[in-house]
């Protein structure tokens, strides 16, 4: 796959986009929830995989997260991963 912006000309309404709404809360403890909505405008093509980065001081290398893991999962596939506690070091789950 491929992706290649195409810069000399604007969208169109038949064009394939994705509109995305992300709301991240920052609690007083440190801990951050993100609550992201993901859609399209041709329901018929499936979402490549979609990352989120987000730039932290040095001292928060590690994570916990509650809810489908440990592997990456989507929604046709979410029987396969359980829902429990999971943690690890921020640096093992970047993607280039």
Do not use: M
């Amino acid at each position: 796959n491929k992706i290649e912006e195409l810069t000399h000309q604007k969208f169109g309404a038949n064009d394939f986009k994705f509109t995305t709404n992300q709301i991240f809360t920052v609690y007083p403890d440190g801990s951050i929830e993100l609550q992201a909505s993901v859609v399209s405008n041709d329901a018929s093509l499936v979402l490549p995989q979609l990352g989120y980065l987000l730039k932290l001081p040095k001292q928060y290398e590690n994570f916990t997260y509650y809810g489908r893991g440990k592997q990456d999962n989507y929604s046709d596939r979410k029987s396969g991963a359980f829902v429990g506690l999971y943690s690890g070091k921020v640096a093992d789950e970047f993607v280039p």
